[in-house]
T-cell receptor, first 115, second 110 residues
Framework: DAGVTQSPTHLIKTRGQHVTLRCSPI?????VSWYQQVLGQGPQFIFQ???????GRGNFPDRFSARQFPNYSSELNVNALLLGDSALYLC??????????????FGPGTRLTVT | DAKTTQPPSMDCAEGRAANLPCNHS???????VYWYRQIHSQGPQYIIH???NNETNEMASLIITEDRKSSTLILPHATLRDTAVYYC???????????FGKGTRLSVIA
């Protein structure tokens, strides 16, 4: 079975632009989470979606938004890019249903560079 | 903030057991201990989790103290490919948002 996939792998954007990152979860997984990892730090939680509804939001500005589609894939959007948004963006999927515990499976990430 | 404390770095000789400690003194009774690792520039990889009993899978063993305030991840025969940052995380269910600390950078040396 395919793991979590993310696209694109790398991306270079200019300050002020917007970006859309995409994630496809493992088949059967209904929960998708997004994390940001800046150099030298552990991943930091941005959003979680389950069954197309937002279940959690981390401490990120409103420039960050996300959604989950009926096929459980997800998009992360970042508007008005800042230099500080340069990071590895990770997507993780999980079964996410009652009766856990469950583990999260991470994709390879999208490396975003803002210049 | 992360509820765990880990040493920033450790070295291990190839073929020897790597023992990675983690303190989680404020863990709640229904929180699990999860371990993930991240090999350079890749996404984190799930290793193992446990509640209060010791656990073992094909990758590692997890030893949790009786008071649950600390745990140790054991890689029985470390290889160069085990060089990575190892994160110890406490979580209610594992699929809720994970709070990563800075982890332990394990270097396996030939």
């Amino acid at each position: 079975d395919a793991g979590v996939t993310q696209s694109p792998t790398h991306l270079i954007k200019t300050r002020g632009q917007h970006v859309t990152l995409r994630c496809s979860p493992i088949s059967g997984h209904k929960s998708v989470s997004w994390y940001q990892q800046v150099l030298g730090q552990g991943p930091q939680f941005i959003f979680q979606y389950y069954e197309k509804e937002e279940r959690g939001r981390g401490n990120f500005p409103d420039r960050f938004s996300a959604r989950q589609f009926p096929n459980y894939s997800s998009e992360l959007n970042v508007n008005a890019l800042l230099l500080g948004d340069s990071a590895l963006y990770l997507c993780a999927s999980s079964l996410g249903k009652a009766g856990g515990p469950y583990e999260q499976y991470f994709g390879p990430g999208t490396r975003l560079t803002v210049t | 903030d992360a509820k765990t404390t880990q040493p920033p770095s450790m070295d291990c000789a190839e073929g020897r057991a790597a023992n990675l400690p983690c303190n989680h003194s404020t863990i709640s009774g229904n929180e699990y201990v999860y371990w993930y690792r991240q090999i350079h520039s890749q996404g984190p990889q799930y290793i193992i989790h446990g509640l209060k009993n010791n656990e073992t899978n094909e990758m590692a063993s997890l030893i949790i103290t009786e008071d649950r305030k600390s745990s140790t991840l054991i890689l029985p025969h470390a290889t160069l490919r085990d060089t990575a940052v190892y994160y110890c995380i406490v979580s209610l269910s594992g699929w809720t948002p994970l709070v990563f600390g800075k982890g332990t950078r394990l270097s396996v040396i030939a």
